[in-house]
């Protein structure tokens, strides 16, 4: 009959490897070891976090450019199929057209008397909040855009008074990115057309 095997006490491994230096290493690391490994660690953070924070921003960016300029283009498609002016402004159909673009809602709305206020009976066709906006991602338009943008049934962009929309909307990040800005500017057929800004990483008034 085998015998039952026994492992050798502690006491006994100790006694026998120390002096002859003959066993292997057990598990854990050794303070030189340690050290070096948490180096390394902070050189592959220092490189990983700032590409890991520009790249969160680019999609920002990426997704407030898209929704800004697909609420554009929802206003004049519905001013084209319903054949009516319709207008987008900064605000929400609580508080009407304020203006600002910065807290990034938007709302788009029948105006058939081509005043860029919602009056009664004159519906909200769409609103919502540019996707990104917050504080990486920042808003603002000029001209038409700082009251409201009247998209009439032909397609194009008016001024309340009835002159050209000329205007911009600018989507900007304040991040190490370049470029770090994009414009979308209103054509004189009232289509989209997309530009990128390089502003140093900063997004100053527009």
């Given amino acids: 009959m085998l015998k039952e095997e026994r492992a050798a006490p502690i006491w006994a491994v100790f006694l026998f490897c120390r002096p002859a ?9 050794s303070l030189i070891e340690l050290m070096i490994a948490v180096t390394l ?5 220092s490189i990983a976090i700032p590409a890991f924070s520009s790249m969160m921003a680019q999609n920002q960016l990426a997704a ?25 402004c900064a605000g929400a159909p609580s508080t009407g057209c304020t203006g600002d673009w910065s807290a990034g809602d938007w709302v788009v709305f029948a105006d058939a008397d081509h005043n860029g206020d919602i009056d009664a009976g004159e519906a909200v066709v769409r609103h919502g909040r540019v996707a990104g906006s917050g504080d990486t991602v ?10 409201a943008l009247v998209y009439v049934p032909m397609g194009h962009a008016e001024r309340i008074s009835g002159a050209f929309g000329a205007g911009r909307l600018r989507v900007c990040a304040t991040a190490d990115l370049s470029p770090n ?26």
């Fill in 138 to 147: 920042s808003l603002d338009g000029n001209g038409p855009l700082r009251t």
């Fill in 64 to 88: 407030a450019t898209n929704a800004a300029r697909g609420a554009l283009m929802a206003a004049r498609q519905s001013a084209i199929s319903q054949g009516r002016p319709v207008s987008i």
């Fill in 181 to 206: 800005a994009r414009e979308l500017v209103i054509s004189a057929s009232g289509r989209v057309r997309l530009q990128a800004v390089d502003l140093d990483g900063v997004c100053p008034d527009l």
């Fill in 41 to 45: 660690m902070a050189i592959v953070l």
């Fill in 21 to 29: 230096g003959r066993c292997a290493k057990e598990g854990g690391f």
